[in-house]
């Protein structure tokens, strides 16, 4: 079977990803500079799959390790591109750090695909390119709206790259995907998200606040245009989300489409509010998880979801996850982690 390269792919998407091409029976190289993950990633993957993947640890902004990895592996046939910073709040304090890693990355993973045969690149974007939507569920025709931070610019220049890149004429393909809120952990609760230091997003703040590590969960903002006063978001199985890029790269490998350049909204369709989100977990895994309402944060964005019916249509995708089951599976990794003694 066709080898993939997955960037970041001991990350959390980037891992669980790795799970699907290989249950999938692609087989896989990731490139990781280990920034915000580690090696034992690697080994979550090897006792879910009994595969373990080639790992080159490198910085893909380095075109001279990239340059190699291919020498490396000549067989290589698509990319999923999940090598990238993502903390929208570091972005405002370190907007050259972001501009450097995501589109340097980019931009020589485009160099690099011509020259060596690579047929196509899966490129994870995200829900911020439409900023606050006019309208809900947001369709992938939504106008797009000026990013409010530098890591939602680097998505949407990102996106234009690669249209500028493949209008002009190379010979590959491209899928992109603009992921909602992707949340949980593999069942297995053998790979999750780990995030460095304090979270900054809700459900790793959530579940360490569950089992203790946090004192109180804050609730940013109780009084939005929404039922209960807080913000509205769509919040996507990773397991789902990972399904896609298998399907995604499947589809521009087999050439199953005519277009050069595809983009789908993943996500469930469901808008859930941060405090039925709290509700949800309290009541799937009986744990109580102390909270209080606090101020809205800076730059929130009231309510998102999506509209996944194109995605639904065209890839054959959908969401199946329930949102307690993804909520148990947040909460089984956090159990883990205290097990292994990691926090
Ligand atoms: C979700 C909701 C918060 C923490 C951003 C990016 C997106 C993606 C994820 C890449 C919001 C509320 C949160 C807390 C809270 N990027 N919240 N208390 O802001 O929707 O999306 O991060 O990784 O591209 O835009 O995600 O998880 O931070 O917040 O009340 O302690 O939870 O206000 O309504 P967000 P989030």
């Known amino acids: 079977m066709d080898r993939i390269l997955v960037t970041g792919g001991t990350g959390y998407i980037g891992s669980h990803t790795v ?23 690697i080994d979550g993957i090897e006792r879910i799959t009994g595969i373990r993947p080639d790992f080159v640890e490198g910085d893909c902004t380095d075109m001279q390790t990239l340059s190699k990895l291919f020498a490396d592996y000549p067989d290589i046939k698509g990319i999923i591109n999940f090598a990238a910073s993502k903390a929208v709040g570091e972005s405002m304090q370190k907007p050259i750090l972001y501009y ?15 020259p060596n045969g690579v047929k196509g690149i899966v490129f994870s974007s995200s829900c911020t390119v439409y900023g606050e939507p006019d309208e809900n569920p947001v369709t992938e025709k939504a106008p797009i ?6 890591y ?15 209008n002009a004429g190379a010979p590959f393909k491209s899928v992109i995907l603009r992921y909602f ?26 579940t360490q606040t569950a089992i203790g590590i946090r004192q109180e969960l804050s609730v940013f903002g109780d009084d939005y245009d929404t039922p209960d006063g807080s913000c509205i978001r ?37 808008g859930v509010s941060v405090l039925e989100l709290i509700n949800v977990f309290e009541e799937a895994t009986g744990v109580k998880v102390p909270h209080k309402i606090v101020g809205r944060r800076a730059g929130d964005i009231e309510k998102v979801w999506a509209n996944p019916a194109y ?6 995708w959908k969401a199946t996850s329930t949102l307690a089951d993804t909520m148990r599976s947040a909460w089984a990794w956090q159990l883990k982690l205290r097990e292994r003694g990691v926090m």
């Open 19 to 41: 799970v699907e091409l290989q249950q999938a029976g692609y087989s896989v190289v990731i490139i990781d500079d280990l920034s915000n993950s580690n090696r034992e990633v």
């Open 100 to 114: 450097r890693n995501n589109l340097n990355t980019l931009l020589n993973l485009l160099d690099l695909m011509g």
């Open 145 to 150: 709206k000026k990013a409010t931070s530098p």
């Open 152 to 166: 939602g610019n680097t998505k949407q220049i990102s996106e234009e790259i690669i249209t500028d890149v493949i």
């Open 181 to 206: 809120n992707p949340v949980g952990a593999h069942p297995s609760a053998e790979i999750g998200e780990l995030p460095n230091g304090v979270p900054q997003n809700l459900i790793p703040y959530l």
């Open 234 to 270: 769509d919040y996507i199985n990773v397991v789902d989300l990972a399904k896609a890029h298998v399907i995604a790269v499947k589809r521009m490998l087999e050439d199953k489409s005519d277009a050069k350049i595809e983009i789908f909204n993943l996500g469930t369709g469901n």
């Open 311 to 316: 995605a639904n249509e065209v890839l054959g």
